[in-house]
């Protein structure tokens, strides 16, 4: 393990609880601590507490017509509520994806980005490379801890922490008093399930995770649980189903894009609009136990390869393996019918429809 690995403010903490940490994407994280299947359990169930502390946070500081940042997000920004998030993404020339993102509207010219955390570095330089003036943007990651508690009980456990916080609606936030600062809290998340994240000084994180922990409905989760809950529910991950060589329409995500405004990749995204898509996300539940996994081939019969896996993962609450991927969209399919693995070891799975698992708490 390389000794330059970035860790998070909560590292010691981690250890203390017996974590497996693990290289992820240049910083040391916990995969699991009990076990993956139980703290997948305990968010699906309860709530789960995870350090997203390597993410990083942006402050855009400026009019977001006239400065440039509505040119450079696809979702339209400078309609959103002061209080609201909204999910986009920042595109290069071609119409790839530089990064998926939450836009956090603090201010009439006040913004938050929020982005993956192995980009933040790409995205920065995008960001003061596209936007009127470089000084509109600071990147204040190594100023902010992360910390995400998810589950349909996540209400009932923080309420009693951060008073309050139970009137924020789905893609809401405010800022709150916690351990004498005010810090934002976020109804958002990425595991299907009712959730918040809460951002505070690193200095704050390790008096705020032990308090979350305190109660007994709280169990800590890692990596290899958030993938499983990501993964359920059908959530783009960038380096997976989004890449800087996918486009969003590719990805299935043209909802999140705006094309009543001008943005950087428009002209592309136009352009197969109108030659048509020359592939498409596809969602697939194996026919077994088995689990595709990322970078597998696709095929449309035991022989002719018309694709590959971007998300593979075993699903404890459909006791099957389940696929997301990219098929050529000239693919002729057998029905819903379709085969993950390689050419000496296929498996049979069928084509179902976004999300896998539909009985979360999200929007309770």
């Known amino acids: 393990m390389q000794a330059s690995l970035y860790r998070t403010p909560l590292y010691q903490a981690h250890c203390d609880l017996g974590a497996r940490m693990v290289d992820f994407g240049g910083w040391l994280m916990p995969v699991q601590y009990e076990g993956i299947l139980s703290e997948y359990s305990r968010c699906r169930e309860q709530a789960a507490l995870f350090d997203i502390s390597h993410m990083g946070e942006f402050i855009f500081d400026g009019n977001p017509v006239s400065d440039g940042l509505e040119k450079i997000i696809t979702c339209e920004v400078s309609s959103m509520p ?3 998030s909204r999910y ?3 595109l ?28 933040i570095a790409k995205d920065f330089s995008h960001l003061k490379n596209n936007l009127l003036a470089p000084s509109l943007i600071t990147d204040i990651s190594e100023k902010t801890a992360k910390l ?21 609606d789905y893609f809401h936030f405010n800022c709150f008093d916690i351990l004498g600062e005010k810090n934002i809290v976020s109804r958002t998340g990425y595991t299907g399930e009712l959730g918040y994240e809460i951002f505070c000084a690193p200095e704050k994180a ?11 409905r709280v169990r800590p989760a890692g990596l290899g649980a958030r993938d499983i809950l990501r993964t359920e529910m059908a959530y783009s991950l960038y380096g997976h189903e989004i890449t800087d060589d996918i486009s969003p329409l590719d990805a299935g995500l043209s909802r999140f894009i705006c094309f009543d405004k001008e943005f950087i990749g428009k002209d592309t995204l136009l352009q197969q609009k109108q030659s ?15 689990s595709p996994r990322h970078g ?20 404890p609450s459909l006791e099957k393996g389940i696929g997301i ?23 049979s799975a069928a084509i179902v429809k976004r999300p896998f698992y539909k009985k979360g708490s999200l929007k309770t």
């Open 325 to 347: 991927g990219l098929i050529s969209v000239d693919s002729e399919l057998d029905g819903d019918k379709i085969f993950f693995g390689d050419k000496k070891n296929k498996s």
């Open 148 to 168: 995400d508690l998810q589950g349909p009980l996540s209400r009932e456990v923080l309420k009693n922490i951060i008073p309050g916080v139970e009137s924020l």
């Open 92 to 119: 290069n020339d071609r119409a790839g994806v530089v990064d998926d993102l939450i836009v956090f509207r603090i201010s009439e010219k006040r913004f938050m980005i929020v982005v993956n955390a192995a980009n």
């Open 206 to 216: 390790q008096a705020l995770w032990k308090k979350l922990l305190d109660d007994e």
């Open 276 to 290: 048509g898509l020359k592939r498409k996300i596809i969602y697939f539940l194996s026919d077994t136990r088995r």
């Open 88 to 90: 986009g993404l920042m």
């Open 296 to 315: 597998q081939s696709l095929y449309e019969n035991d022989s002719k390869e018309i694709g590959i896996v971007t998300s593979g993962i075993f699903s």
């Open 82 to 84: 002061i209080g609201s």
